[in-house]
């Protein structure tokens, strides 16, 4: 079997971004995803998100475990760097890979399978350690590469395809992220390109431990009548709480002062979000209250969306293990062993 792959040549009009990159500059292959597919969404959300952040591609570090969605960094950010983990490991490789190298942009992609049932643990270790990474999962409820059968994330009483009831009761990796202490968490839906893409701008900007959850339909197992996690049943049970821009430090800042209905967070690195309220009583800054919010519009059937929860002060693990400025592959052997005296010095400080 062969794959089509798209032509390296580009019109010599396209735009090009602040560091001369074209949109086309962050695709990847062609995806061999089903039509309409809403992971496709994602990764056209992605690309449109590190095109307009101005990111150079080899500053980024795209890393995946097993399963539909992690598949889908083979086809965005071609040019980046990339490793395809096992199934639910992502997580601590992406660990070792920051601790190794901080000035690359971290990128992990999972789905609910690979995040919410092997790589549970995996997960939570790196929401609670601060991991600076933006963590996407793409969400649809099922487990598409093994035809459709329900996993930890489907809700208790949905209908799969075949017409089987889900008596489990679902794993909330929003719930839990926000719990766990993650700094920036939000969730999204494939089909909409207007929320996900500042959503994403947000998280890569972010100095901490991102997390978005993206209801992704399933188009082959989990898009018929009974599914929550169809196209029509988000679309129909949708609750926002919030629109979102996000403004770039080389960009004017203007303020709107519109008490109750615009909150302005400023990020480690100088980028702004700003987020129009949709609930006026509504503070993404207060994390008990957002996890309150959020249980109660999930007991009327509303899958909450938007920017939950954002803490402008984040902190990352370097910060808390106090490490080196410079990253750790780029010390020599000297530098890294310091040799038997220090340790001696170091083994004797532990008796």
């Known amino acids: 079997m062969t794959y089509l792959t798209k032509p390296r040549l580009h019109h010599p009009t396209l735009e090009t971004n602040k560091v001369g990159y074209t949109r086309r500059d962050y695709e990847g292959k062609i995806s061999t995803l089903c039509a309409g597919c809403g992971h496709d969404s994602i990764s056209a959300a992605i690309i449109q998100a590190c095109w307009e952040l101005d990111i150079q591609p080899h500053r980024i570090a795209k890393l995946s475990g097993i399963g539909c969605s992690s598949k889908t960094p083979d086809y965005f950010l071609g040019a980046s760097h990339g490793f395809n983990t096992v199934h639910g490991r992502m997580p601590s490789v992406l660990t070792g890979a920051n601790l190794a190298n901080r000035d690359l942009l971290y990128l992990g992609v999972s789905g609910d399978g690979d995040s919410a049932s092997i790589g549970l643990?995996?997960?939570?270790?790196?929401?609670?350690?601060?991991?600076?990474?933006?963590?996407?999962?793409?969400?649809?409820?099922?487990?598409?590469?093994?035809?459709?059968?329900?996993?930890?994330?489907?809700?208790?009483?949905?209908?799969?395809?075949?017409?089987?009831?889900?008596?489990?009761?679902?794993?909330?990796?929003?719930?839990?992220?926000?719990?766990?202490?993650?700094?920036?968490?939000?969730?999204?839906?494939?089909?909409?390109?207007?929320?996900?893409?500042?959503l994403i701008k947000g998280a890569m900007a972010h100095g901490g431990a991102a997390f978005i959850d993206v209801i992704s339909p399933c188009v082959a197992f989990n898009n018929h009548p009974g599914s929550t996690k169809s196209y029509d049943y988000v679309r129909e049970h949708n609750e926002s709480v919030s629109r979102i821009d996000f403004i770039t430090p080389r960009s004017e800042i203007t303020i709107e002062h519109v008490?109750?209905?615009?909150?302005?967070?400023?990020?480690?690195?100088?980028?702004?979000?700003?987020?129009?309220?949709l609930h006026t009583d509504y503070d993404p800054t207060d994390r008990h209250a957002a996890m309150s919010f959020m249980q109660a519009h999930q007991a009327r059937g509303e899958v909450v969306t938007g920017l939950l929860y954002v803490d402008p002060l984040a902190t990352d693990l370097h910060t808390s293990f106090n490490t080196s400025t410079t990253p750790l592959n780029a010390f020599d052997a000297s530098q890294l062993c310091p040799g038997i005296p220090a340790l001696d010095r170091i083994n004797a400080s532990l008796r």
């Open 121 to 198: 643990g995996q997960f939570a270790h790196a929401m609670r350690r601060g991991v600076r990474m933006a963590y996407i999962v793409e969400n649809n409820g099922v487990y598409g590469l093994t035809k459709g059968q329900f996993s930890a994330t489907a809700d208790q009483g949905s209908k799969s395809k075949k017409g089987v009831i889900n008596s489990d009761s679902p794993v909330d990796l929003v719930a839990m992220a926000l719990q766990l202490g993650a700094t920036y968490v939000g969730r999204s839906f494939s089909g909409n390109k207007a929320q996900l893409v500042p």
């Open 259 to 277: 008490p109750g209905e615009v909150v302005d967070v400023r990020q480690h690195d100088g980028s702004l979000l700003r987020l129009r309220s």
